[in-house]
């Protein structure tokens, strides 16, 4: 998509501008839809592969338990908990349904182990590689590039939009190569940018965008979306043009990417989200995304898409300013998706914030956890 990396806007019905927007992960009843992806990402892909090639194997040891994706999720929270400094990353091995964990030395293995996952010798801890991510926020914040963590590789994986060129490509190219083996740089034909648009099209004066989930607060109904939409709109509706249904209460874009929106009348808030075949998927509670696991996205303009979270407390620098702490996928969205929900099963796990590409060519899509916006809005869901 044409123009430099910028976070999600309300999308006009012929909007001179757009906004993508992403959902997330498959159940077994949509295993069917397929996401598809950029030759761009494929290659960058690629190079993290190799990557991956030239760490050690992971440690052999009887295999634990299977896990569910959000099992998983936990385990890796209280693990990391317990190693401490030590601490150096995990992800979702979904095909044989289990938690690997990354670890300096043999003696965290053996707790790694023992608290039923599967261990892994990697060179760098998680506090490393956070200090690499610093250097780049302090020395290389550049509209148009992203970065986050890749435990699959143990390094910070930071992406440049196709807008990224001249002096700025050498700034980053340059503080990239300062780190040494913590990072690597890798270059997308796309465009970062926010999108705009439980799944169903909300609608403001002048902008379209998604709505997340439905959500309460003392009793009350109200629904989340994306910060950069409910900055922008004010009071929404169900349909173009149609009553007032909904009005912003709070949000916060840029830094995070959540929005907060009250309930005016007795429209239908179920806790569901819209899987647009004629049915709904429940969403019983909140949940945390791990690496490697399977998620699915409901968007209003490309409705459901699934793909698999690629990392997590993700960076990335729209022309806006920069959102931290986000949910990397390769689910495919575009403009009008902005808000809509990112869900495993029951589980709410993000809002969709922006990203690159579109649903022909795939793309890659970062998501506001959901957790983090039900904590500072003091909603639930429901």
Known sequence: MPGASRPGRPARPRPAWRFALKHARPTPRHA???????TALAAAGAALLLGAAALPAASAAPSPDPLTAGAAAQLAADISAQLGPAAAGAYYDAVNRRLVVNVLDEKAADRVR?????????????????????????????????????????????????TVTGERLARLTEVVDSLGDRATVTRTAG??????????????????????????????????????????????SAKQGGPVIAKTQSGSFPGDDYGLAKYTGDTPHPSAVDLYDGSRQKISKAGQATVGQQVTRSGSTTKVHDGEVTALNATVNYKEGAVEGLIRTDVCAEPGDSGGSLFDGESALG?????????????????????????KTGTQIG
């Not at 069917?32 to 950029?38: E, I, Y």
């Not at 379209?208 to 009793?219: H, P």
């Open 114 to 162: 023992a608290a039923g996952a599967e261990s892994r010798l990697v060179a760098h801890s998680l506090a490393t590689l956070d200090a690499a991510r610093a250097t780049l926020k302090e020395r290389a914040s550049v509209p148009g590039s992203s970065w986050a963590m890749d435990p699959k590789t143990n390094r910070v994986v930071v992406t440049a939009d196709r």
């Open 351 to 375: 809002l969709t914030s922006g990203g690159n590409g579109n649903c022909t060519m795939g793309g890659v899509t970062f998501f506001q956890p959901v957790g983090e916006a039900l904590q």
């Open 32 to 38: 069917a839809r397929h996401s598809l992806r950029s």
């Open 191 to 236: 465009e970062f940018r926010p999108l705009v648009a439980g799944g169903q099209a909300i609608w403001g004066e002048g902008g379209r965008c998604s709505l997340g989930f439905n959500v309460t607060k003392g009793g009350k109904p109200y629904f989340l979306t994306a910060g950069h939409c409910t900055e922008a709109i004010a009071s929404w």
